[in-house]
């Protein structure tokens, strides 16, 4: 997994609403980059609406949130609509950001092993450098804390 102090892997991706986003086209706001396995599943859902629920406040501490999955532009789109999601989904369809970002990883299920996304979080300052990072993440109570940590920077 990508590590404190370590510039932030840019990339160029498809988002949701249309067009494409360049990370480093973000550059001076900070940048709370969160991974998930998947749109409208339990757990992803009750994470992108608590992102969401905050949206105002990242905003008001100058922050720019993104959700990233494999899943497509078409998908997000559809959980965006369904869920009322007020936040920004990026596809990585080839999982090269992922792996970039060391979040493709091997996983187990059911006695089964697949290379799946491991949900983290990285938070990126407005010069491009990693400054936190929140391993294998516990949806509740993440949005929060990930706010404290917009607000100390």
């Known amino acids: 997994m990508i590590g404190i102090g370590e510039t ?8 949701s609403s249309g067009g ?12 709370v980059l969160y991974f998930y396995p998947k ?8 994470e992108a609406l608590d ?13 720019v949130v993104l959700g990233l999955s494999k899943d ?9 609509r369904k869920h ?5 989904l990026v596809s990585d369809a080839e999982a090269d950001t992922c792996e970039r970002y060391g979040v493709w990883v ?23 450098q990693v400054v936190r990072v929140w391993p294998k993440v516990k949806v509740a109570g993440h949005a929060e804390e990930v706010l404290e940590a917009v607000r100390a920077l």
């Open 8 to 15: 932030a892997p840019d990339f160029t991706l498809p988002r």
């Open 20 to 31: 494409t986003l360049t990370l480093s086209g973000l550059r001076p706001k900070p940048v």
């Open 39 to 46: 749109d409208d599943t339990p757990g992803c859902t009750t």
């Open 51 to 63: 992102f969401t629920r905050l949206a105002a406040e990242f905003e008001a501490a100058g922050a």
């Open 72 to 80: 497509t532009v078409d998908k997000h789109d559809k959980f965006c």
């Open 84 to 88: 009322g999601l007020g936040i920004t």
């Open 106 to 128: 091997e996983k187990n299920m059911y006695g089964k092993t697949y290379m799946g996304i491991e949900r983290a979080t990285v938070l990126i300052n407005g010069a491009g």
